[in-house]
């Protein structure tokens, strides 16, 4: 069983990857980590430049009524990684970026059409955008109310939460997850990528269609499937 | 009281953080200080890389009549920065660049509509942009006339000068400003990936709507607002 | 005659470039290179960051039955590589990446135009895009499949491999090759190149013209033709 | 007199320059100066990357004859090179690059309008683009021929060489000058940053107007006019 000081240690590498690959600016975005056995989650402090983190500034928040350990205040997005964690089936770190595609989609109001293998190999499906938080929602319990849009997206799709581990908050920007902080960001990372190719994809042609299922399953499968043979054997 | 050494300091710091971070290029902005107890500001000398200044080539210049000390020539954009520091309340530090994506609303003479939350963080509204100079406000004196229609825009706003940090001048790029220095840095840095997410938004969906009221004034005043609860208490 | 040693060493350096020059994202992309003599073909393990591989690491996959030799799998595109191999004459590496703009004209179905001098120093035409696979294709042999579509379109063109050292699979990204791993590796950088040049030269005007044969002759020849005048005497 | 060696080296760093600047990559371009004292150019030698290039490579080359001297072949652009020095007053240094957003104009066959006072500030107008070659220029001595249409549609304009120190080659891509090749070499920077900046200009707005002429005239008179108030006195 990993140990708290190493879930941290994992936790505060992950932020700082974020801020190497380029995908936060300044303190726009955050990692955290969940031990269940514990029944906590550890998050990113807020404001701090997610570059910048250590294991010792990271903040232990139960997982039951939300009551933080250590002297610094939790990422203001808390109560939506708490939501997700609660919510999606398998999930053991979240990300949440500002990341410079994937943030324009959200903006436009738009799902990221599968448009190649790029996608295909990470993403089983479009990847979702939320429905708009209705004004009662932004007013109310706001963070913990983004949570919940992004759950019940996921949940329409009718498959498993790790097969589409990204989605669009509408106006806002994406969050991905994983089954660690390290796989999460590697989504966030890969949306990325795949964002700003489908938008250089609609520029040179603003109709093109999506992938056909035959290929996308295909990649998908190739890596992720219970025939994967991408990768080597652990 | 900060000295007047230490000014100079955090000014030159903030040339070169501004070069740091790829808003300028070759010697094209500049970032000025003020002290009103000494009744100066201190900016960046005219045609120096931002990049390579250092503290003692700051220029020491009057605000009650524009005169310099030092042996180096000011910022041909000082007599803007004077304006500014007269019109807009509260504002210690100011930045101007030619950064790419605000430069080209600038040049395309739109304001940057708020787009998502990234933009609500920051700015409470859409980025304004000043109005044309007219030919006699050119051919007389450019540098403060530019400072004028600054102060002008803002003015119209009915806001106070730190809830909307940054204009666009026409033609021409953007200037920022904050409490201090690096606060203006920071703005300057923001604005320019406000303006890259919102010009990517448009590309997708030329007729996006900006973010609806409730969901803008949530962000903004989570950050800023009289209950803001990001980032650590001081 | 080059040792398979040192094959293994030319192999990995060629995957490490193409991972400095900014080609790929993690394990998005693989170089391969040819031993005609002692019957292999050298390629990346699969699921290895490119930019992470040793000599050691290289997998030697025999070119009449796959076999391969060492204790890692292979790229999965290894048998795109074997069949390019048997099929284009004169290849002794190939390249396959996700770059961004060349990855965005295969996902918009598109051919790219030779719009300048940058492209014709480098393709002898249009850089070409496969047809769509049959589901039949990708529920098959998918990556041989990938391997015998591309070589079908270059065998369209009618003219030797090494003039167009490029194919765009439809849906997915680029292979390049060359004489040697080193060569596939400059293409696949000059491709990116002419991608993005291409890609920002529709965006100012949609019906641009592809330029006249004479110069794009000119250019090509003055690089590869029998009275090339380019570079140095070797 | 600056000695052939000290040219020799000021040649080479300019080169050296230019890549660290990303403005070529691989030997995508080239940068020569001139010493009309000793009748000669100094260019780099064809196909070696600039950003390699030491001052004992530079190649140089009679203005009479275009005889050289030293063991390497001299850039395949030289005679175009020769007759910009001989038509155009006043320059002592050139530059050529394939940079990304200025080919891509010369690419699209558009000058590039005056969109903002970053252009102005060192552009007397648009920067204008050359007509196409003939075929017959094209199969004749097509690098020279490369040359009289730079200096014909430069003629065109009916200023001062210097303050139009840019043009586009259609279907090529840029050629830069100045009173050196450091300044030549910072014509090539700033004309890249204002391409890409109307590029981008033009995606906000298809048909954003020029900027009007007393803005245009002011700007570029406080850097360059007889009144200049830009930078340090020498």
């Keep these: 069983m990993t140990s ?13 990857a974020l801020a190497e690959a380029g995908l936060v600016t300044l303190s726009f ?7 269940h056995d514990r029944g906590v989650l550890v998050i990113k402090p807020s ?19 939300g009551i933080t350990e250590g002297g ?7 109560p939506t990684h708490l939501v997700l964690y609660r919510r999606l089936e398998g999930v053991g770190g979240i990300v949440h970026t500002h990341s410079p595609f994937a943030s ?16 295909a190999d990470h993403f ?3 990847v979702p955008i939320t429905r708009p938080l209705t004004d009662a929602e932004i ?14 997206r996921i949940g329409e799709l009718g498959i498993e939460a790790l097969r589409m581990p990204a989605a669009l908050v509408r106006s ?13 960001v590697g989504n966030a990372a890969t949306l990325e990528i795949v964002a700003a190719m489908a938008w250089r994809t609609l520029a040179l042609d603003p109709g093109a269609p999506p992938i056909g299922g035959a290929l996308a399953a295909r990649h998908f499968n190739r890596k992720h499937g219970p025939g994967a043979y991408y990768g080597q054997q652990v």
Excluded: K
Aim: aromatic share 6%.
């Design 4 to 16: 708290l000081a190493e879930l941290c240690g994992h936790v505060a590498a992950a932020n700082r």
């Design 29 to 35: 975005g955050n990692v955290s980590g969940i031990s």
């Design 47 to 65: 404001g701090i430049p997610c570059g910048e983190v250590t294991p010792e500034q990271m903040v232990v928040v139960s997982l039951r009524d």
């Design 72 to 78: 610094l205040r939790p990422s203001s997005d808390t």
């Design 104 to 119: 324009a989609w959200a903006q436009a109001g738009r799902e990221i059409p599968c448009f190649g293998t790029t996608h």
């Design 124 to 126: 089983a499906g479009p």
């Design 139 to 152: 007013a109310g319990d706001y963070e913990r109310e983004t949570g919940e849009v992004i759950a019940e």
């Design 172 to 184: 806002h920007g994406p969050f991905t997850w994983g089954a660690d902080p390290a796989e999460a």
